[in-house]
Structures are given as structure tokens and as C-alpha cells.
């Protein structure tokens, strides 16, 4: 069984940062892509930043320039480094690794949110 965990949210003001980490668990033999989602109040889980195994990044336009993924495939771990934040990226925000194959299966698996709120 896959578990992911996110760690690194919390409260920050606009303009500052915060980095958020995201890490999978269990006996893992590979994992395809590592994801950011946010929600926000009222609005749909949106993905916000994607990173595949051979290190390509992807970003929704609205934080392009701003945050930067970055992933370990040898640890499965996963970073969202977010800079200069703005009071629309508050939202709860959630890990996916996608395509993760262990020993019979291949699935993807979804942590269980983090909060980041910007103030204004």
C-alpha cells in the first residue's frame, strides 16, 4: 500500500514563499509523475504543477515564473518551491503520484491536502 504525505504549508503573507514537500511511501518501484492540486473555497481541484520521471515540468498558467516542481525519484519525493505568493493561491493543496507500480500493482495515490493561505 502507497501512502503520500505533504508537509510544509501554513500562513504567509503576499510576495513571500513557502515550499511544500510531498513524499511516498511503501514499497515502491517506480512512480510515472508527481502532481500539485489545489482547492480553493467553492472552486474545482485544479492541477497546478506536474513533474515526470525524467524531470519534466509542467504549470498551470497562473503560476508559471512563480513555482517551481522538482522531484527525487530515487527518495519519491516531490517539492513545490512557491514564490512570490499572491492571496488567490490560497487554497488546500494536494500531492498525486501518479502511476506508481509496486510488486502486482500500478495505481495512483492521493495525499491528504495541506493548507496554504496567502494574506493580503
Known amino acids: 500500500q502507497v501512502q503520500v504525505v505533504e508537509s510544509g504549508g501554513g500562513l504567509v503573507q503576499a510576495g513571500g514563499s513557502l515550499r511544500l514537500s510531498c513524499a511516498a511511501s511503501?514499497?515502491?518501484?517506480?512512480?510515472?509523475?508527481m502532481n500539485w492540486f489545489r482547492q480553493a473555497p467553492g472552486k474545482r481541484r485544479e492541477l497546478v504543477a506536474r513533474?515526470?520521471?525524467?524531470?519534466?515540468?509542467t504549470y498551470v498558467d497562473s503560476v508559471k515564473g512563480r513555482f517551481t516542481i522538482s522531484r527525487d525519484n530515487a527518495k519519491n519525493t516531490a517539492s513545490l518551491q512557491m514564490n512570490s505568493l499572491k492571496p488567490e493561491d490560497t487554497a488546500v493543496y494536494y500531492c498525486?503520484?501518479?502511476?506508481?507500480?509496486?510488486?502486482?500493482?500500478?495505481?495512483?495515490?492521493w495525499g491528504q491536502g495541506i493548507q496554504v493561505t496567502v494574506s493580503s
Open positions: 511503501g514499497t515502491i518501484f517506480s512512480i510515472h509523475a
Open positions: 498525486l503520484a501518479e502511476g506508481v507500480r509496486t510488486a502486482g500493482n500500478f495505481s495512483s495515490s
Open positions: 513533474i515526470t520521471s525524467g524531470g519534466t515540468p
